[in-house]
């Protein structure tokens, strides 16, 4: 897996770095043509240069094509791992998760990608439509270019990547629902993962748990983000005080939606609060659904370890979710994932306090945005020094591939053992 997308890297860096690519008045080097084409594969939106001025638009279908690349990428050969791990759990335990899960079992895997592409292809042509008649009066009327930005905003938006073709990001819209409402449905359906939306779309009655805990944790980080982003920023005269209050909340839902790793900000985040920056950080970190275009430790390893955590404080003897108890193996797992996103992240985090001169906070930032390729920044990737880029391509790259291939090489070395050893307790806190 991280071989396949390091080699959609080399090819998305050659492509950037020919002469066809970059503006000749703003052609740099190879360094950008570097850092674009692990942002764009790995979904994540971080840019040093800018999008709109920096590449022409045969460089923009580049990055587009290699977000495309990405986003189909992950979700399926994640919804192809989950099928390994169905397969190493044997044809009687494989068929009991399928069960359970309601979703991908001991099919065929080219029958889970073309589910998959279908899904995709509808998603992002219905957003694409939606944002095609406003981005048409934006442009006088240009169908052409309309076209082409709500085609690109699209995409970009359900594989929650984050790139935009405005210097500014979103920023020009807001407080327009017509723009902010279809791009944020975009980055939750990309951000639930494919076993999810499949699920969804089947409208069984009975979820399985997976589906439970990101369904509902997605709205719980919904509505906790954009409470929170509105109750800091509403008077901040600086991000969201100017605005009418309807404008106030369409900006509110748009700063909970995109920390969940799509990346688009309709704000100056350098001008943001320290509570915003704090709740965003969080946000970001957690993530979005499993096997989706979105990044982070992801909703239902956040809710499993919250859990064990409540389970752990009732002093039950099992971990119970939704009337179902949870494998040792799924709460290890958990716990691994998470503990490695973190040192990922303060690893990261030092190396960069190493290379620059910037403060702890807006690299921490920055650092979070990158493993969880989000794409978000508080303004100091243009100016991060080439050391500092290779830290955040670095931490994009991991943050895409290490945490799913982490999670299944967990689930797939797995092997029971037929013997148990005495135990000893260990003072704990």
Same mark, same amino acid.
């Given at each position: ?18 002469? &066809? ?10 360094? #950008? ?17 800018? =999008?709109?001025?920096? !590449? ?13 690349? +990405?986003?189909?990428?992950?979700? =399926? ?15 009687? $335990?494989?068929?009991?998760?399928? %069960? ?58 359900? $594989? $929650? ?10 920023? #020009? ?60 920023? !509403? ?11 309807? +404008? @106030? ?48 430790? @992801? ?15 009732? +002093? ?12 040792? %193996? ?18 990261? %985090? ?11 906070? #807006?690299?921490? &930032?920055?650092?979070?945005?990158? &493993? ?32 799913? %291939? ?8 797995? @092997? ?14």
């Amino acid at each position: 897996m991280p071989l396949t997308f390091l080699f959609a890297i080399i090819i998305g860096t050659v492509l950037l770095s020919l002469p &066809f690519a970059a503006t000749e008045s703003e052609a740099e080097g190879f360094l #950008p043509a570097l850092f674009t084409s692990v942002s764009a594969v790995c979904v994540t939106g971080l840019t040093t240069v800018d =999008t709109a001025t920096y !590449w022409t638009p045969a460089g923009q279908a580049v990055i587009l094509a290699l977000i495309q690349v +990405g986003g189909f990428g992950i979700m =399926t050969l994640a919804s192809v791992l989950l099928i390994a791990i169905g397969r190493k759990l044997g044809l009687r $335990n494989g068929l009991i998760a399928q %069960t359970e899960t309601h979703t991908i079992g001991l099919g065929d895997v080219t029958a889970v990608v073309r589910r998959l592409a279908v899904v995709v292809l509808v998603a992002e042509t219905t957003i694409a439509l939606l944002l095609f008649p406003r981005f048409l009066t934006t442009y006088d009327d240009d169908a052409g270019t309309a076209a082409w930005h709500a085609v690109f905003h699209a995409i970009s938006a359900f $594989n $929650n990547a984050g790139f935009a073709l405005y210097s500014d990001s979103l920023i #020009p819209f807001v407080d327009d629902p017509w723009v902010m409402v279809p791009l944020c449905a975009a980055v939750v359906v990309g951000g639930l993962g494919f076993p999810v939306v499949a699920e969804l779309v089947a409208g069984r009655r009975t979820w399985s748990i997976h589906t439970r805990i990101t369904v509902y944790g997605t709205v719980l980080l919904l509505l906790v983000g954009t409470i929170g982003f509105g109750l800091a920023e !509403w008077t901040n005269d600086d991000t969201l005080g100017p605005l009418s209050f309807g +404008g @106030k909340l369409v900006a509110a839902m748009t700063g909970g939606v995109m920390p969940r790793t799509a990346g688009f900000n309709s704000i100056d985040y350098g001008a943001a609060t320290p509570e915003t920056l704090m709740l965003t950080d969080i946000l970001m970190f957690i993530g979005g659904g499993s096997a989706g275009t979105a990044g982070g430790i @992801k909703v239902s390893t956040f809710l499993v370890l919250g859990f064990v955590i409540l389970n752990e404080l009732r +002093g039950e003897p099992t971990v119970t979710i939704f009337h179902r108890a949870l494998p040792a %193996t799924v709460q290890r797992q958990a716990l691994t994932v998470a503990l490695l996103g973190v040192g990922a992240v303060m690893a990261g %985090t030092m190396a960069m306090m190493i290379a620059t001169d910037y403060e702890f906070e #807006p690299l921490l &930032f920055e650092s979070i945005s990158a &493993f969880a390729t989000v794409g978000l920044s508080t303004g100091i990737t243009f100016d991060m020094p080439p050391a500092g880029q290779f830290v955040l391509v670095t931490l994009m790259f991991v943050g895409r591939v290490g945490v799913v %291939t982490v999670g299944a090489a967990l689930a797939l070395s797995a @092997k029971p053992k037929r013997y148990s050893l005495p135990e000893e307790y260990v003072i704990v806190g």
